[in-house]
């Protein structure tokens, strides 16, 4: 039993983690380069316009951002301090390999529980736990601590940490008992065991003290959710074959 | 004889799930939540690129 569910969470959990690194250098890493840029000084939003302003160099902008990936890292090397590129990027190839790990080793610990009380995972149900699962790490979160692009300014780590670990479990246990739960009653309770965290509320800032243009922020937290979502439905998917596979073997 | 194993089977699938459970929460938590600052450089860009909160 142990054996089926390690072997399933690292092989589940590895192909989801490389699918969402390949997704990260493609969408995402680029903006955070640029949202440090901001975060270090080196760009400053309006600063095209001024400079177009008063002496009409109105490109000089668009030419920084050019060599953005030298340059960042002598602005902002105490943020990661990876001694290069490509040991910066293998790191976050690994630990995006070890999170989703951890992930696809709850999400398997969920199929076991599933199929102790009678119920069957397969390919299909998978990808509805892999939803849940997005749901419940990521966009509930989200709703209100949205994805902070490296320079955003927010409210303080421990409570932030408490909030989104309240706030995945009331929605983990929500969706479980409205998938479920079966008894009538069951399903205010995980009504209100969703709204929960929203009605407490995220911890926030006074005030707004990004760096950042609104539109790097905007698209960072886009692309960030939108690759969560993809890579939560492949891990479900992936994990319930196995699951299933393993069971019939 | 037949509740007994299936009894012992469901312990051994429980403490099996229970193991899981916590290996995952130690992972997520050293890659996700610590603050240390060696892990915290090691998985900066994961970390905002997965919407944890970081720093």
């Known amino acids: 039993m142990f054996q089926r569910m390690l072997t399933g969470a690292l092989f589940a959990g590895a192909a989801a983690g490389l699918f969402a690194a390949l997704l990260h ?24 316009a001024s400079t177009a302003a008063t002496d009409g160099h109105a490109h000089d902008h668009s030419d920084d951002q050019g060599h953005d990936g030298a340059e960042t890292e002598h602005g902002h090397s105490h943020d990661h301090g990876a ?14 390999v070890l999170i989703y790990v951890s992930y696809a080793a709850i999400l398997i610990a969920g199929f076991a529980l599933a199929e102790m009380a009678g119920r069957r995972i397969n390919g299909v149900t998978g990808l509805l736990w892999g939803l849940a699962g997005y749901l419940a ?12 692009l490296p320079g955003t300014v927010a409210a303080d780590l421990g409570e932030r940490q408490v909030w989104w670990w309240l706030t ?3 929605t983990g246990g929500g969706l479980a008992l409205l998938a479920y739960g079966g008894k009538v009653w069951m399903y205010p309770l995980a009504g209100a065991a969703l709204a929960l965290p929203h009605v407490i509320g995220a911890p926030q800032v006074e005030g707004y003290l990004g760096v950042a243009p609104p539109e790097v922020g905007a698209t960072f ?29 | 004889m037949y509740t007994t194993l299936t009894s012992a089977k469901a312990t051994t699938g429980l403490a099996s799930l229970l193991a899981m459970v916590v290996i995952a929460l130690a992972l997520n938590f050293v890659a996700g939540h ?7 450089n090691a998985a900066h860009d994961m970390r905002h690129a997965t919407g944890f909160p970081c720093h």
Not at chain 1, 25 to 48: D, T
Not at chain 1, 83 to 96: E, H, I, K, P
Not at chain 1, 137 to 148: D, I, R, S, V
Request: charged share 10%.
């Open chain 1, 168 to 170: 995945v479990v009331a």
């Open chain 1, 25 to 48: 250098f493609a969408f995402v890493q680029q903006v955070i380069l640029l949202g440090e840029q901001y975060e270090s000084g080196e760009l400053a939003h309006f600063e095209a």
């Open chain 2, 34 to 40: 610590a603050q240390s600052a060696t892990l915290h």
């Open chain 1, 83 to 96: 001694a290069s590129d490509l040991q910066r990027n293998g790191l976050t190839v690994l630990f995006t």
């Open chain 1, 137 to 148: 790490f990521q966009l509930a979160p989200a709703m209100g601590l949205p994805p902070e």
């Open chain 1, 221 to 249: 937290a886009a692309r960030v959710l939108g690759i969560g979502l993809l890579v939560w439905l492949v891990l479900g998917w992936i994990g319930g074959h196995l699951w299933s596979r393993r069971r019939a073997a």
